[in-house]
């Protein structure tokens, strides 16, 4: 079955930083964009950081741009999220994503499997 097994979150201090890992199963994340997304309590999930596949565009979100970088290892078929300088606001369940080749208007749109989510949390 297509899969996605995010791994890597725990509890941090305010300017730790972390690298979540997320392996995919049963499909090659190369083929595909790739995202990482989170939610809070009480918020809606809102994209982090992604890249489309057929052009390359990467959107990071505002307030993560400059700390969080995402990036893909094909030969290991693993996607990351390195994340520096984290803050308490990105507390957080943080979730992998991948969505079928398409022209997609923006990198986060449309994502088709989800991993199960890991949880950051950032707290002194």
């Known amino acids: 079955q297509v899969q996605l097994v995010e791994s890597g979150g725990g509890l941090v201090q305010p300017g730790d930083s972390l690298r979540l890992s997320c392996a995919a199963f049963?499909?090659?994340?190369?083929?595909?964009?790739i995202g990482w997304f989170r939610q809070a309590p009480g918020k809606e999930r809102e994209g982090v950081a992604c890249i489309t596949r057929r052009t390359g565009d990467t959107y990071y979100l505002d307030s993560v741009k400059g700390r969080f970088t995402i990036s893909r290892d094909n030969a290991k078929n693993t996607m990351y999220l390195q994340m520096n300088s984290l803050k308490p606001e990105d507390t957080a369940v943080y979730y992998c994503?991948?969505?079928?080749?398409?022209?997609?208007?923006?990198?986060?749109?449309?994502?088709?499997?989800w991993g199960k989510g890991t949880l950051v949390t950032v707290s002194s």
């Open positions: 994503a991948a969505g079928i080749d398409r022209w997609r208007r923006r990198a986060c749109d449309g994502m088709d499997y």
């Open positions: 049963k499909f090659t994340l190369d083929d595909n964009a």
